[in-house]
């Protein structure tokens, strides 16, 4: 049996050995606050976006074309119902289409799809929505039947194209600038590489090097 030096002595090589081990052990334990974590797959709410112009106006043309659609979607009779139809299909392309780019502009999903020019995409998309929300909410006013809810949708098919209207505005100055940064970019870069060759053409002790 073993007295108790032996056992004081079995206890300081096991906490020695413990504590060697735990200083070499790849696997130690992480000090990183749980708030700095990521969220669910890396997923960010750019709040900066949503508190903007674009994002309040992409908002305001989600709520505008819901509303329109829902209230297209309570007439229960129609003659003739082609302008219904169509309002129908404008109301929720462009209710599915501009929530879907709202996702991806909210949640910076578009930075991890560089191939797709995504200020030329919304430009496209505000722009079409505004021309067929125009036309749609026209055909819908000469022919309905003086409903409230043919009413209704005409009015928040007029308001939804204002909001378009004034997001392909700013869209179009948005691209523009980023065009003429684009382009100031390259022409300066062309510059300086002329100017490093021509730098390189004036020095001969640089020629006789690469020779």
């Given at each position: 049996m073993r007295n108790g030096d032996d056992l004081e002595g079995f206890d300081g090589e096991a906490s020695s050995t413990s504590m060697i081990s735990g200083a070499s052990s790849p696997y130690q334990p992480t000090t990183e606050p749980v708030s700095q974590r990521r969220?669910?797959?890396?997923?960010?709410?750019?709040?900066?976006?949503?508190?903007?112009?674009?994002?309040?106006?992409?908002?305001a043309e989600v709520v505008l074309a819901l509303i329109?659609?829902?209230?297209?979607?309570?007439?229960?009779?129609?003659?003739?119902?082609?302008?219904?139809?169509?309002?129908?299909?404008?109301?929720?392309?462009a209710l599915v289409v501009t929530g879907v780019l709202l996702l991806m502009f909210s949640l910076s999903l578009h930075t991890r799809?560089?191939?797709?020019?995504?200020?030329?995409?919304?430009?496209?998309?505000?722009?079409?929505?505004?021309?067929?929300?125009?036309?749609?909410?026209?055909?819908?006013a000469a022919l309905n039947h003086k409903t409230g809810a043919e009413i209704a949708a005409v009015i928040f098919g007029f308001l939804a194209m204002a909001a378009y209207a004034v997001n392909t505005y700013l869209a179009i100055k948005k691209w523009r600038m980023n065009s003429r940064q684009q382009s100031s970019r390259q022409t300066s870069d062309y510059i300086r590489a002329r100017t490093e060759s021509r730098e390189v053409d004036h020095r001969p002790e640089i020629q006789r090097l690469d020779a």
């Open positions: 969220g669910l797959g890396g997923l960010r709410c750019d709040l900066d976006y949503l508190r903007g112009t674009l994002g309040r106006i992409k908002l329109a659609f829902i209230c297209i979607e309570t007439i229960m009779e129609c003659s003739p119902c082609e302008g219904l139809y169509f309002f129908e299909f404008v109301s929720c392309s799809i560089p191939q797709i020019n995504w200020n030329l995409t919304d430009l496209v998309n505000t722009g079409l929505s505004t021309f067929f929300f125009f036309i749609a909410s026209v055909v819908l």
